[in-house]
Nanobody
């Protein structure tokens, strides 16, 4: 499975942005999809995950209520809608695919940079 993230950019605090991740290759596998992020000088952290069906999702406390993860399996794409962005949301955002509940995602995208100016 190959993952391609896109949609990052420079926005102002309070703005919204949607980033996407499109899968190719062995997309018939019923993988959960997740977003992680890594800010400069910090470790990569979990942001959100969604089940294959889209019926179950989970979020980090830091983004709960502001970010929404969704997926369109017909397009092999997962989205992260980010609202009320804060400067501390600035990071490279990575998508990942793996079995639901995994602690070690097997497939990773290359990342897309989101910069939020205050």
């Amino acid at each position: 499975v190959q993952l391609q993230a896109s949609g990052g950019g420079l926005v102002q605090a309070g703005d919204s942005l949607r980033i996407s991740c499109t899968a190719s290759g062995r997309t018939s596998s019923s993988y959960a999809m997740a977003w992680f992020r890594q800010a400069p000088g910090k470790e990569r952290e979990f942001v959100a995950v969604i089940s294959w069906s889209g019926g179950i999702s989970s979020y980090a406390d830091s983004v709960k209520g502001r970010f929404t993860i969704s997926r369109d399996n017909a397009k092999n794409t997962v989205y992260l809608q980010m609202n009320s962005l804060k400067a501390e949301d600035t990071a490279v955002y990575y998508c990942a695919a793996g079995p639901w509940g995994t602690r070690s995602y097997r497939y990773w995208g290359q990342g897309t940079l989101v910069t939020v100016s205050s």
